[in-house]
Nanobody
Framework: QVQLVESGGGLIQPGGSLRLSCVAS????????MGWYRQAPGKERDLVAH???????NYADSVKGRFAISEYNPKSTMYLEMNSLKPEDTAVYYC?????????????WGQGTQVTVSP
C-alpha cells in the first residue's frame, strides 16, 4: 500500500504564490504516476497536473503557465508550485498516485490540503 501526505496549503491573496508538498510512503516502488487534483465546493475533483517516468507533465488548461509540478520521482517529495493565484484556484488540493497492485491498478489519495485565494 501507498500512503500520501500533503502540506503547504493556506490563505493567500490573489496574485500570490504557494508551494504544496506531497510525500509518499509504503510501497513507493509500485507507483507509476503521481500528480495533483483539486476539488472546489460543489464541484467534481479535477486534474491539476500529472507526471510519470519519461513523460512530460500534463496540466489543466486553467493552470498552464502558472503552476509547475516537480520532476517525477516517487521516492522524493513532490511539489506543486502555484503562482499568480486566482480566487478560482480556491479548492482542496489532493495528491494522487497511480499504483500497481499485482495485476491491478489502483488510486492512492492524500487527505487533501485547503488552498484559499482571497483578498
Amino acid at each position: 500500500q501507498v500512503q500520501l501526505v500533503e502540506s503547504g496549503g493556506g490563505l493567500i491573496q490573489p496574485g500570490g504564490s504557494l508551494r504544496l508538498s506531497c510525500v509518499a510512503s509504503g510501497s513507493v516502488s509500485d507507483i507509476y504516476a503521481m500528480g495533483w487534483y483539486r476539488q472546489a465546493p460543489g464541484k467534481e475533483r479535477d486534474l491539476v497536473a500529472h507526471s510519470s517516468s519519461g513523460v512530460r507533465p500534463n496540466y489543466a488548461d486553467s493552470v498552464k503557465g502558472r503552476f509547475a509540478i516537480s520532476e517525477y520521482n516517487p521516492k522524493s517529495t513532490m511539489y506543486l508550485e502555484m503562482n499568480s493565484l486566482k480566487p478560482e484556484d480556491t479548492a482542496v488540493y489532493y495528491c494522487h498516485a497511480g499504483v500497481r497492485e499485482g495485476t491491478y491498478y489502483v488510486d492512492a489519495w492524500g487527505q487533501g490540503t485547503q488552498v484559499t485565494v482571497s483578498p
